[in-house]
């Protein structure tokens, strides 16, 4: 079965770094998404995004955090200042049309030191 | 604003029972999808319904859109079933998910 794909599987960084989480969505969707899971918490929408551009975003989801889609199969969720709250399990996700099953990634473990 | 609220939070059972897990949501929805989360932390997506019931081998969901209710129900259980379920809901014409905070179901042989 087709899959979603994140890397990297972990990431540590420094308070105030930059970083990009990767995604690579299945080929033919359309429909992308990026979640996150802080520790022990429930799994959170952050922005969902469409014909290049983001069709809805959370609260959460501030001037912080950006969404990309450089190359036609790469799907970026960036970072630019992390804070310690930024630490959770980032999670891709992808469909062929909204409202339709979604396909996770396995997730991306960040951790802001 | 969506509450998606699930019981029980923890789940123990001995291989072979049929197990149920229930979910419950606070205002009308397009779907209710259920996910699967292994310790690893990777998300498979179980079922996505609107009505009725849908069964996958030894997995059946069931809903009550009238009641705001689901069910998960895993019949002959075996410890691979082991993991966290976690019910999610989308309102209107997208996958914006509302998740709830998951069970963990061990299965004892």
């Known amino acids: 079965e087709p899959e979603v794909t994140q890397t990297p599987s972990h990431q540590v960084t420094q308070m105030g770094q930059e970083v990009i989480l990767r995604c690579v969505p299945i080929?033919?969707?359309?429909?992308f998404y990026w979640y996150r899971q802080i520790l022990g918490q429930k799994v959170e929408f952050l922005v969902s995004f469409y014909n290049n551009e983001i069709s809805e975003k959370s609260e959460i989801f501030d001037d912080q955090f950006s969404v990309e889609r450089p190359d036609g199969s790469n799907f970026t969720l960036k970072i630019r200042s992390t804070k310690l709250e930024d630490s959770a399990m980032y999670f891709c996700a992808s469909n062929l049309d909204r409202g339709e099953k979604l396909f996770f990634g396995s997730g991306t473990q960040l951790s802001v030191l | 604003k969506n509450e998606v609220e699930q019981s029980p939070q923890n789940l123990t059972a001995q291989e072979g029972e049929f197990i149920t897990i229930n979910c419950s949501y606070s205002v009308g929805i397009s779907a209710l999808h259920w996910l699967q989360q292994h310790p690893g932390g990777g998300i498979v997506s179980l079922f996505m319904?609107?009505?009725g019931k849908k069964k996958h081998g030894r997995l059946i969901a069931t809903i009550n859109i009238q009641e705001k209710h689901s069910s998960l129900h895993i019949t002959a259980s075996h410890p691979r079933d082991s993991a966290v379920y976690i019910c999610a809901a989308s309102t209107g014409a997208n996958s914006k998910l509302t998740f709830g905070k998951g069970i963990t179901l061990s299965v004892r042989p």
């Open positions: 319904l609107s009505s």
């Open positions: 080929s033919n969707h359309l429909y």
